[in-house]
């Protein structure tokens, strides 16, 4: 629920008030020996900020998604490896049985 910021117009009193948007505007201020009206002000709203490189959905996961993603990534990276590497390949030499080195890992800072 919004918080809203009212004022007295007679004794100046600011206060805020957390109310629904379909509850009617306060109307008399709340401090002993006033009664005075008040009137709602204008505020600058919530003060959240996003910080960060972008947000979406994905961000929050808990940490059991993230484990059993990881280890659905690593699963499914070491199937595609080991079928490629079933096939005999032109590029490697004959009598070698050791697989060809990974290509280096580009980095994205890099132009």
Do not use: N, W
Request: aromatic share 8%; glycine share 8%; charged share 20%.
């Amino acid at each position: 629920m919004p918080t809203y910021e009212y004022e007295c117009q007679k004794c100046g009193h600011h206060f805020e008030a957390v109310q629904s948007m379909k509850d009617p505007h306060l109307k008399d201020c709340p401090q002993q020996d006033c009664e005075g009206p008040v009137k709602r002000r204008i505020s600058l709203g919530s003060g959240f900020i996003f910080k960060g490189s972008g947000f979406y959905i994905t961000d929050y996961r808990s940490d059991s998604y993230k484990a059993a993603a990881k280890k659905d990534s690593e699963a499914a990276a070491g199937s595609s490896s080991s079928s490629s590497s079933s096939g005999t390949s032109s590029s490697s030499p004959a009598g070698s049985s050791s697989p060809a080195p990974a290509a280096p890992a580009k980095s994205a800072s890099a132009a």
